[in-house]
């Protein structure tokens, strides 16, 4: 910027100009022949008009109050009406115990009460006799094809909280896979899966044995799950509901709750507690037969506590809700 061109100094002290005073907003303003200051620009201190500058007018005021207690800018256009302060900028803290833990009860309740209050309207109107659980409802009757589409679009929106979960434990340090979430490996995840179903159907069948007679027939205390006639291609309707189940229910109960937990300070054993309190609390539809889930939350969670992986969780759960479901659609 040439000297022609600099913007115009405040006048030195002494010389009729003062500061402005405090307690109002005011606007400098230049002198008449005086080159333009740039938009907002106020004179800082020590600075002198160049000697070719012509003088100020006699009783030239520098200083003149802002309308309404609001600075125009002394050149360009008129200025907006005041709007909102501005949103303070975003502080990234470490967060405390207290913070996480309030997390912890939004997740999980985002999650398992919505579960809780449609397992407990089915139980409910299945002991006043309105209606049996079925496995695949019907959406749009006499339509079985756009009825799977339009089934599994509404069951996918059971794991909208999975991202969230994630992305909150990514936020203080752990990342998918630091629980063992990601690309399955056979030997590693899929394998012990099985066995994890496997023992699990095995115990159940164990505890279902002795009480088989007792359960029999007494649609009382058991609501069964029924499966209405269906085309064998909704096979891959049962295929989607067991992959969307076993991912959000071990991504929320087993990954993200344990974990919280296990930061929490809780020991193994009251965190398996807790953690098998809410799995079967959104199984009370079944009556007394939730109870049949129990060795599969109680195997599953204790393989996630000793061994950190997630994807076993996973595809035990895939495995034994798709083998049930597939049985089911075949045999209907």
Same mark, same amino acid.
């Given at each position: 910027?040439?000297?022609?061109?600099?913007?115009?100094?405040?006048?030195?002290?002494?010389?009729?100009?003062?500061?402005?005073?405090?307690?109002?907003?005011?606007?400098?303003?230049?002198?008449?022949?005086?080159?333009?200051?740039?938009?907002?620009?106020?004179?800082?201190?020590?600075?002198?008009?160049?000697?070719?500058?012509?003088?100020?007018?006699?009783?030239?005021?520098?200083?003149?109050?802002?309308?309404?207690?609001?600075?125009?800018?002394?050149?360009?256009?008129?200025?907006?009406?005041?709007?909102?302060?501005?949103?303070?900028?975003?502080? =990234?803290?470490?967060?405390?115990?207290?913070?996480?833990?309030?997390?912890?009860? =939004?997740?999980?309740?985002?999650?398992?009460?919505?579960?809780?209050?449609?397992?407990?309207?089915?139980?409910?109107?299945?002991?006043?006799?309105?209606?049996?659980?079925?496995?695949?409802?019907?959406?749009?009757?006499?339509?079985?094809?756009?009825?799977?589409?339009?089934?599994?679009?509404?069951?996918?929106?059971?794991?909208?909280?999975?991202?969230?979960?994630?992305?909150?434990?990514?936020?203080?340090?752990?990342?998918?896979?630091?629980?063992?979430?990601?690309?399955?490996?056979?030997?590693?995840?899929?394998?012990?899966?099985?066995?994890?179903?496997?023992?699990?159907?095995?115990?159940?069948?164990?505890?279902?044995?002795?009480?088989?007679?007792?359960?029999?027939?007494?649609?009382?205390?058991?609501?069964?799950?029924?499966?209405?006639?269906?085309?064998?291609?909704?096979?891959?309707?049962?295929?989607?509901?067991?992959?969307?189940?076993?991912?959000?229910?071990?991504?929320?109960?087993?990954?993200?709750?344990?974990?919280?937990?296990?930061?929490?300070?809780?020991?193994?054993?009251?965190?398996?507690?807790?953690?098998?309190?809410?799995?079967?609390?959104?199984?009370?539809?079944?009556?007394?037969?939730?109870?049949?889930?129990?060795?599969?939350?109680?195997?599953?969670?204790?393989?996630?506590?000793?061994?950190?992986?997630?994807?076993?969780?996973?595809?035990?759960?895939?495995?034994?809700?798709?083998?049930?479901?597939?049985?089911?659609?075949?045999?209907?």
């Amino acid at each position: 910027m040439t000297p022609a061109d600099q913007p115009p100094p405040p006048p030195p002290p002494g010389s009729g100009h003062p500061t402005p005073p405090p307690g109002a907003v005011w606007v400098w303003r230049a002198p008449p022949a005086w080159p333009p200051p740039p938009p907002g620009w106020t004179p800082p201190a020590g600075w002198q008009p160049p000697p070719a500058w012509p003088p100020p007018p006699p009783g030239w005021q520098f200083w003149v109050p802002a309308a309404g207690g609001v600075a125009p800018p002394l050149y360009g256009p008129p200025p907006r009406a005041p709007g909102p302060p501005p949103l303070p900028p975003v502080r =990234f803290e470490a967060p405390t115990r207290r913070n996480l833990v309030r997390e912890t009860w =939004f997740v999980v309740l985002a999650f398992v009460f919505p579960g809780v209050v449609s397992a407990v309207t089915v139980l409910v109107r299945h002991l006043q006799g309105v209606s049996d659980v079925d496995r695949f409802p019907t959406v749009l009757p006499g339509h079985p094809l756009t009825n799977m589409i339009l089934g599994i679009v509404n069951y996918l929106a059971i794991a909208v909280v999975v991202p969230v979960a994630l992305l909150l434990l990514a936020r203080t340090g752990q990342p998918p896979s630091s629980i063992g979430l990601g690309r399955p490996r056979f030997m590693a995840d899929v394998w012990p899966g099985l066995g994890l179903a496997a023992a699990a159907y095995g115990t159940a069948i164990a505890l279902l044995i002795p009480f088989a007679a007792l359960l029999a027939g007494n649609t009382k205390v058991v609501n069964p799950t029924v499966v209405t006639h269906v085309p064998a291609y909704y096979v891959v309707y049962g295929l989607v509901i067991a992959a969307t189940t076993s991912i959000t229910e071990e991504v929320i109960v087993n990954g993200y709750l344990l974990t919280r937990l296990e930061q929490f300070g809780w020991s193994p054993q009251r965190a398996l507690a807790l953690s098998l309190t809410l799995r079967t609390s959104y199984h009370v539809y079944y009556g007394l037969g939730f109870l049949l889930t129990v060795p599969f939350g109680y195997y599953v969670t204790r393989s996630f506590q000793k061994h950190r992986r997630l994807n076993r969780p996973i595809a035990a759960h895939f495995v034994y809700d798709a083998v049930l479901i597939t049985i089911s659609v075949l045999t209907s």
